[in-house]
Every structure is written in C-alpha cells, then in structure tokens.
C-alpha cells in the first residue's frame, strides 16, 4: 500500500498560479546553470575589454601600456561594461544576456512576465551583495536555499531564472513489434482511460523499449487489476506472464493504443 | 526503499537540473547528517594534510595527492549518507558511517581496481578520459549495490554504456565544481587574512607557491557537493533505466483503486 508522503520534495520546478486560476510550472536554473551562463559573459566582457585595450595602445602610441586619456576612455568602458552589460541586454532581449541565450535560460517576472529595465537594474545592482564576501558566496547560499533559486538581487527585483524549454508535439507512440489487427481486435473497443491514467500509461509505453522486458512486466503487474476490474470482458485476456510479445506490458500498451487510436467520424449527413 | 518517500521528485532530468538539484541538495537537507559525516572523514583527512605539509614539509605535489587519495575514499561516505537521507527520515550519522566502513575494505578494493585501469588509461593519455568516464560511477556501485571490486567495475562500466557525453560533462561540471570550492576558498581566506586582518601570508598561496590551507580547504568542502551530484546523476540512471516515475504513477493508480475498494465508513474515516 502507497501512503502519500508528507515530505516536502526537494525539485527545480517552480509553480505560479495566475489570478485566473491558472497553474503554471516553470523549470528554474539553479547554481550550476547560472554560473556557466555568468562565465560565457564573463569571457565575453573580458574579450571586448581586450580588444579595446589593443585598439586603445595602438592609437594612444604608446605600444607597451595605456597613458593619459586611452586610459580614461579604458575605464569608463569597463566601468560600463561591469554595469550596464547585464542590464542592457536584459532589458533589451526579454531576460537573456548572450550567456543566458546559449544555456537557454530568462529572467522573468515571479509571475512569469518579461521583466522591464527596472527590474534587470534592479536585480544587477544587487549583484554586489550577492558578492559578498567574494567569489558569490552570498548568492551562492541565499540561491540555495530559495526553492526558486533567487539570489538577492533576485529577491529584491522580485524575479526569477526560468529555463526554455523547447515545446514540441510528441511523436506517436510505436509499439515494437508492431501491434497485429488480431491483438488489436482482442482488446475492448471502447476502453476509456481517465487522464492520470493516459498520463502514466503514455510515459510507459514511449519508455517500454528502454526498460528491461521483466521489469516492464513487473511495472504492468501494478495496474493490471485496476484495469481487469473496468474492462471484465477483456480481463481473462491479461496474461499475468509471458514473453514481451504476449506479457502483461505487451497488453497495458495495445491497451493504451486502443484507447488513444484516433477513430474515423462518421460523416455529416448535412 | 519505498519510492513514494523518497526527497526528491523522481524523473528523468537534463545533467544542468542534476547539478543544480544537488545545490539545494546541500543546502536543504539534514545539515547534523552532513556535519557530523563532515566531522569524522573530511575533518581528519584535512589535519593530515595541514600536518604533512607543515610539520612533514611535503612539497604541495605531495600534499594535494594526498587530498586527492583520502578524499576519493572519503566522499563514500557522503554517497552512503545521501543514499540513505533520500528514502529515510533521521538518519544517524553512525549507521551512515557504520554501512560506510562495513563496505571499506571492498570500496577501496574497487578504487585500486578502477585506478589501475586509469593508470594504464594514462599512460596511452589518449585512452584517459574514456576510462574515467566508464568507471565514474564505481562509488555506487560498490557501496550501495554491495557488489565485489571487480562486479563494481564491471556495473560501473556497463552503467556508462551509451551514455559517454553524458558522463564526460558530469565530470565536467563536478571538476569546475571542485576548481569553485578551491578559488572560492582561496579568495575568501586571503580577503580575511591579507586584507581584513592584515597578517600577510602565512598560509600559502595558491598560484604562487601552488597550494594553500584555504585552497585545501575549499577542496574538501567540495566533496560533499560532488559525492551529491554524482549520487544523483546514478538515481537519474536507475529513475530511466528501471521506469521509478513510473512506478510512483502505477503506484499512486494502485493505491487510489485501493482506496475505492474500501469500504465507504473506513475511506471517510
């Protein structure tokens, strides 16, 4: 018997309930992600500012070092580059600054909005005190701690770092080997599965060919009677062993075929 | 192991959600747990090391093999408290220590084994990194699926079957993670006791004399962090490989058909 756990799981999705009652989940970036994302644009800034740096010798004459006001164009640019790189593309590009682009990631609202530039300021300014003491240390534990992973700047600015995620329609399910018109035609024609049901059997069957024959039975072997129950006329149909072609994960999965085959519509008479 | 109590929501997941699932790992779960694991193998492996390089002036070559060695050994410890803590509430840090040394002579076994093959991988160079990738996995192996030194390499090998890219980034990631901890460290000692306390360096400096106590520090602070993610990359393997997210769905299916089938008194009760 499965008792429902009262523990709080610790996951990287974060829920948002729109005020139309409307759940939203978001995958959000933690640590890892956001560090290698904050390398890329620091290798970035660091190539524009040596680029810069080259330009900057080679005009101010002087080839071995930066003199007079070389020097001073040197560091307002690295000044702005520190501060206003962030905020800029930020701002500018929805939530992603080029880093946040590669590991698809974006900073939005708690809500989910596009953030505006108050918010990247906002956040970014605070990014010293998640420095703090060095190394973001700070932000690193405040992050940690979070269950969004909101370093301070974050919290502040009342956002957040969501990962994309690329939606696409799922391919149809194949069943190897292929389901015979004769299994097909054995099986209840009319077999109706709740959503929980067509969830779960839908993650098993695009799995089955990676699971291990016995352990896909042993897996089937859970739900089988819950369906030999609904479906008394196909239940002395379910095989309680056999081989991958005739055992019970063979017969959970035509089940679900069944169930999920798009049927012609008759057409109008009109 | 009931998998409906375990800590973490069971699904397949990218290696970026294991390395950040492992960030709040650390810092959410039992923090007695991990001190007192900390406390009694990372605690005496860090003093030997303070000892060997300033009371045996071993040059810091010989001081970070030395961390390196009593730090693969030690992080089992972690794997054992992590595999534990993630089905079971309380976990004693002496049962923790307990399955640790009862599995010692057989895991150190499975580390020489797996060492020597990337002693052989190393001497080819080229053939480095795909045995490191391959044995990657040992430490689970021999310490929570209980198997001899060579079953543990032979699992850990077939674990890392088609999977090459996967576990070449995790090793990736787990080795930034480690240079991390070290540059952090290393930055925050010397804040505090160059800058803060203005005492100089005393303690070394690792760029220029190759080590430092903060760098060693910061090193062994990693290790619970690796032993974490690396325990959670092997939950993401056997979660795909054995269908756990499917087994909690057909579980929670099975366990409401049970529930309708009780009679109406005892459901509202």
């Known amino acids: 018997m499965v008792t429902p756990s009262t523990v709080e799981r610790l996951d990287t999705i974060a829920s948002v309930d729109s005020p139309e009652q409307v759940r939203f989940e978001y995958r959000v970036a933690g640590p890892a992600r956001r560090a290698l994302a904050y390398v890329i644009d620091l290798l970035i800034k660091a190539a524009v500012l040596i680029v810069l740096g080259g ?192 055992g019970p994960a063979r017969w959970l999965a035509l089940l679900y075929l069944r169930a999920t085959e798009r049927r012609p519509t008759a057409p109008r008479s009109d | 192991m009931n998998l409906a109590d375990a800590r973490v929501v069971l699904r397949p997941r990218t290696l970026g959600e294991i390395l950040d699932l492992a960030a709040r790992w650390c810092f959410n779960a039992d923090r007695v747990l991990y001190a007192r694991v900390a406390a009694a193998v990372l605690l005496p492996s860090l003093v030997l090391c303070v000892v060997a390089r300033w009371a045996w002036l071993w040059s810091w070559t010989e001081v970070w093999l030395l961390a390196v060695a009593l730090c693969t050994v030690a992080q089992g410890a972690f794997t054992v408290a992590t595999s534990r803590a993630l089905f079971e509430h309380d976990v004693s840090a002496w049962a923790v220590l307990r399955q640790w040394l009862r599995r010692l002579p057989s895991y150190v ?64 990631g787990l080795g930034l993670a480690i240079m991390g901890g070290i540059a952090a460290a290393e930055l925050l000692g010397h804040g505090l006791v160059e800058v803060v306390l203005q005492l100089g360096r005393p303690l070394g400096e690792l760029v220029e004399d190759g080590g430092s106590l903060y760098a060693l520090v910061g090193f062994h602070a990693a290790i619970p962090y690796v032993a974490v993610a690396r325990f959670l990359g092997y939950v993401d393997q056997r979660t795909r490989g054995d269908g756990w997210d499917i087994q909690l769905r057909f579980m929670a299916l099975a366990a409401e058909d049970a529930r309708m089938r009780e009679p109406p008194q005892r459901r509202a009760s």
């Open chain 1, 55 to 246: 330009l900057l010798v080679v005009g101010g004459v002087k080839y071995d070092q930066l003199t007079g006001w070389s020097m001073g164009v040197y560091a307002v640019v690295a000044f702005a580059m520190e501060w206003g790189y962030n905020v800029l593309f930020e701002s500018l590009t929805s939530g992603r600054t080029p880093g946040k682009r590669v590991l698809r990631l974006r900073v939005v609202k708690e809500g989910g909005h596009p953030i505006g530039f108050i918010d990247a300021l906002l956040r970014n300014l605070l990014r010293a005190a998640d420095f703090l003491p060095s190394g973001y240390a700070l932000g690193v534990v405040v992050m940690g701690l979070d269950p969004r992973f909101r370093r301070l700047g974050d919290l502040m600015a009342g956002t957040m770092v969501v990962v994309e995620e690329h939606s696409h329609l799922g391919a149809a399910v194949r069943l190897s080997p292929p389901p015979t018109p004769q299994e097909l035609a054995a099986m209840p024609s009319a077999a109706r599965l709740e959503p929980a049901e067509r969830e779960a059997l839908d993650l098993f069957v695009r799995r089955l060919d990676r699971l291990g024959p016995a352990r896909a039975d042993e897996l089937a072997g859970l739900v089988l009677p819950r369906f030999a129950d609904r479906l008394p006329a196909a239940a002395t149909g379910i095989p309680s062993s056999g081989s991958p072609r005739t």
């Open chain 2, 109 to 172: 076994g499975a580390l020489l084994v797996t060492r020597s093959i990337l002693a052989i991988g190393a001497v080819t160079f080229v053939l480095l990194p795909s045995a490191w990738i391959r044995v990657a996995m040992v430490h689970e192996a021999s310490l929570l699926e209980g198997s001899s030194p060579i079953s543990a390499t032979d699992r850990a090998w077939q674990m890392a079957r088609f999977r090459g890219t996967e576990m070449a980034l995790m090793l990736g």
